[in-house]
T-cell receptor
């Protein structure tokens, strides 16, 4: 969707290195989310933001941190990547629960 | 805590036939919303249909319709006149307005439409 972009689209990194994924929106939506998708698990919430500098943990937040210094950007950081963090990461935005989410195209992260 | 259960990991259907995907959920919220999302091989997440819990009428979007049974906490998706482009992973999703709009996803049903 043109209103939300994720970067990079693919990344391979080594165990122990820091990694930052970026989510950028042009919709001025209040809420932003990071999910990870793994086979057999669906999508699981990592962290979310309900405003600038306002963030909270989701169900699988260990090993991840986030920051939101501007409405349009939501960063997900893996401080020290592990093989268990190999996954597809989705960013999503929302401004009205009735509309559900608008998703980014996802980032496939491989930790070797 | 909210939970969503999709008991059919995989399903298949012949082109032009009708198929129903099952979903059950649990929530303590009185004001909630249910969605079906589709994820084709392109990986993009696409909203298929939505249902507001306070509305008794089942939602319909072209070939897609739901059977919402509130008392049974069931929310099934029916796809009529299945097309090859309907081949995708389908996720049943639950959300409430009172939890910072967080959505809870089922594990998905992989639907294959065969020619």
């Amino acid at each position: 969707d043109a209103g939300i972009t994720q970067s990079p689209r693919h990344k391979v990194t080594e165990t122990g290195t820091p990694v930052t994924l970026r989510c950028h929106q042009t919709e001025n939506h209040r809420y932003m989310y990071w999910y990870r998708q793994d086979p057999g698990h669906g999508l699981r919430l990592i962290h979310y933001s309900y405003g600038v500098k306002d963030t909270d943990k989701g169900e699988v937040s260990d090993g991840y941190s986030v920051s939101r210094s501007k409405t349009e950007d939501f960063l997900l950081t893996l401080e020290s990547a592990t093989s268990s963090q190999t996954s597809v990461y989705f960013c999503a935005i929302s401004d009205d629960i009735l509309d559900g989410y608008t998703f980014g195209s996802g980032t496939r992260l491989t930790v070797v | 805590a909210q939970t969503v259960t999709q008991s059919q990991p995989e399903m298949s259907v012949q082109e032009a036939e009708t198929v129903t995907l099952s979903c059950t959920y649990d929530t303590s919220e009185s004001n909630y919303y249910l969605f079906w999302y589709k994820q084709p091989p392109s990986r993009q997440m696409i909203l298929v249909i939505r249902q507001e819990a306070y509305k008794q009428q089942n939602a319909t979007e072209n070939r897609f319709s739901v059977n919402f049974q509130k008392a049974a906490k069931s929310f099934s998706l029916k796809i009529s006149d299945s097309q090859l482009g309907d081949t995708a992973m389908y996720f049943c999703v639950l959300g409430s307005g009172g939890s910072n709009y967080k959505l809870t996803f089922g594990k998905g049903t992989l639907l294959t439409v065969n020619p």
